[in-house]
């Protein structure tokens, strides 16, 4: 299924924000995606974040600093984004395993440098951040109160193939 | 040009290059547990493809939760099992006689140089210690794996890191390892391959190595790999002794995989390790280490000896060298989960889980246990852990709770006097 990419954005400012803290491992007893729904960034160590706030349940964008998804191989991680609407994830880096976790469920990791993060976080100051995001145009435009602000983004072609079919599930058994 | 063991492993492996830098593998081993598999089961049933590529290249094992301690976990470990049974996955382990994933797959004879290797677990690095290339994957990359028999990965550089000097008494694989990451940092093998090299790696024993594999993803590497050589033939002989007429033939295969001379690094760090002191963890991530020396006094209630880093018989041997005779604080739980039923065995036979028990531990059965707070052993609101493990994120062994990553030696230390301790001054 394709997924919708954008919307109102959480803006995570730490780095190596770990599985652990997005979804811990108590609830890996769960055999179906859309129980995890609840427990979205249970543990997650960050002043002033709530996880049972307007502002993630809001939320249809993640943005964050390096090596967001470190940990775990658990894509418990990102189906506890997805099925709570945050098919898009911003960020400088990512943990290789989540990043491709993401790519392999048809979301979208975008990695953006550490200058365009930092403008992105900037941002907030003027107000609630919306991302609008142009996969084929390879383009994330943010905005806050009339503030707008748009970062060219790279993806591997592999990677846009995967969002494209819908992923790798898709893409492998069309292909092998 | 020459080429690294990773290189090598790839260009033998490769299936497909669907675009440029995008190698996709096909698999030696395709590794199951009971957490991460069952979405891809289920998955696979509701697509009508519920298929296996080759039911003797898939083993599976229920080691997280084990035996099942609710419904929940009983169904996932139903799920696993009646999977099993129905394609015919003759290498499944079930209560009494499973064990930690990594384990005992190597321990079956299953993880053999030139490989590839996936699990949807995180610590599937640990299987590099044989010169393979194996990496945790999440369930789509298992449930593809299963069905079709192939990865895809971006093809990782090589970071050499050769370990020279010799190992001072009383420091271990963990300590090197523990450092090597504090250097490091948690991304600082990102996409990358760690190539252990050097007269210490040569020196250690398999299990040692797949100590130092072990922790190679929290240093966010891909996979962690060692060159095989005459103690990876002779660990693995038992299980190769009718494919090659001597273990020098065997060692002959297998030299095939060694990284060439003029194979190209990313970058070669090298670690003299004969001042290296036991390292510890202090924060909430695996690169916050220190010399147990600076953390020595840090109250503890709870010391956890096991998991795929430091479960094997040669950990529970250290461990036990420093308990002998002892007993453990007052103030301290002890808990010990030899990760496999063989290594259990060895253990009550060579009398060291007499010394746990003497000492005051809890011995359970082989299982993950207290590493991830979704089993036994669940720490409460600020409580301490004294843990052999591999990851000290927060919450990590239960919400509220900390870890300090050491050595087994380092662990029972701290057992015996309720504070982080080096086994060398006792």
């Not at chain 2, 492996?13 to 830098?21: K, S």
């Not at chain 2, 050769?162 to 600082?188: F, M, R, S, T, W």
């Amino acid at each position: 299924m394709k997924k919708i990419f954008g919307g109102p954005a959480i803006l995570l400012d730490r780095s190596d924000i770990n599985t652990d803290e997005i979804i811990p491992a108590k609830y890996l007893t769960e055999v179906t995606k859309e129980a995890l729904k609840p427990y979205c960034l249970e543990d997650l160590k960050l002043e002033g974040f709530d996880p049972k706030g307007e502002t993630l349940r809001k939320a249809r964008v993640v943005v964050s600093r390096a090596n967001f998804g470190c940990g775990s191989s658990r894509e418990h991680a990102p189906w506890v984004f997805e099925v709570n609407g945050i098919h898009t994830i911003v960020a400088e880096s990512y943990a290789r395993i989540f990043r491709q976790n993401m790519f392999n469920g048809g979301m979208l990791a975008i990695e953006l440098p550490k200058a365009d993060i930092d403008r992105l976080f900037a941002l907030e100051q003027a107000g609630p951040v919306e991302i609008a995001v142009d996969l084929a145009g390879q383009q994330v435009t943010a905005s806050a109160d009339g503030k707008r602000e748009t970062f060219r983004f790279d993806i591997s072609p592999f990677d846009k193939a995967l969002v494209e079919a819908g992923g790798w599930v898709e893409f492998a058994d069309a292909r092998y | 040009m020459g080429k690294t063991i990773a290189e090598k492993i790839f260009d033998a492996h490769l299936r497909d290059e669907p675009f440029p830098g995008t190698k996709v593998l096909d698999l030696d081993r395709v590794l199951c547990h009971e957490i991460t598999t069952p979405v891809a089961i289920a998955d696979l049933e509701w697509r009508g493809k519920d298929r296996v590529f080759d039911n003797t290249r898939i083993k599976a094992v229920i080691d997280h939760v084990t035996p099942s301690k609710d419904s929940k976990t009983a169904l996932q470990a139903k799920m696993l099992r009646d999977w099993a049974r129905r394609h015919d996955i003759r290498d499944f382990f079930d209560v009494g006689r499973n064990g930690v994933c990594h384990a005992i797959f190597p321990e079956k004879g299953y993880i053999r140089p030139g490989f590839t290797v996936i699990m949807g677990d995180s610590h599937t690095c640990t299987h590099g210690a044989f010169g393979a290339f194996a990496a945790g994957v999440g369930t789509t990359d298992l449930e593809v794996g299963i069905l079709k028999g192939v990865c895809a990965f971006r093809e990782p550089a090589t970071i050499r890191v050769d370990l020279v000097g010799a190992l001072p008494a009383g420091v271990y694989a963990k300590d090197v390892i523990l450092h090597v990451i504090g250097q490091l940092g948690v991304n600082g093998a990102t996409d990358r391959v760690l190539e252990f090299r050097g007269p210490v790696v040569e020196a250690m024993s398999m299990e040692a190595r797949m100590t130092l594999c072990n922790m190679a993803i929290e240093a966010g590497g891909t996979c962690g790999i060692c060159l095989p050589d005459a103690v990876t033939v002779d660990y693995l002989w038992p299980f190769i002794e009718e494919e090659f007429p001597s273990r020098d033939a065997a060692l002959d295969a297998y030299r095939v995989w060694h990284s060439d001379a003029d194979a190209v690094y990313e970058k070669v760090l090298t670690f003299d390790v004969s001042t290296l002191e036991p390292q510890v963890t202090y924060g909430y991530k695996p690169d916050h280490v220190k010399a147990v020396a600076e953390l020595t006094g840090t109250r503890v209630d709870q010391v956890y000896i096991g998991t795929c880093t430091n479960g094997r018989i040669e950990d529970l041997r250290q461990a036990a060298a420093v308990l002998k005779g002892r007993k453990i604080a007052e103030t301290v739980r002890g808990i010990v989960s030899p990760a496999t039923p063989k290594i259990f065995n060895e253990a009550l036979a060579e009398g060291i889980i007499q010394v746990f028990m003497d000492a005051g531990f809890c011995v359970t059965n082989p299982t993950c246990g207290a590493c991830l707070g979704m089993s036994n052993g669940v720490l409460a609101e600020g409580e301490v852990c004294a843990s052999t493990s591999n990851r000290n994120f927060n919450g990590r062994m239960g919400k509220g709770g900390m870890v300090h990553l050491m050595s087994p030696s380092t662990a029972a230390a701290t057992a015996i006097t309720g504070v982080i301790t080096d086994a060398r001054s006792i």
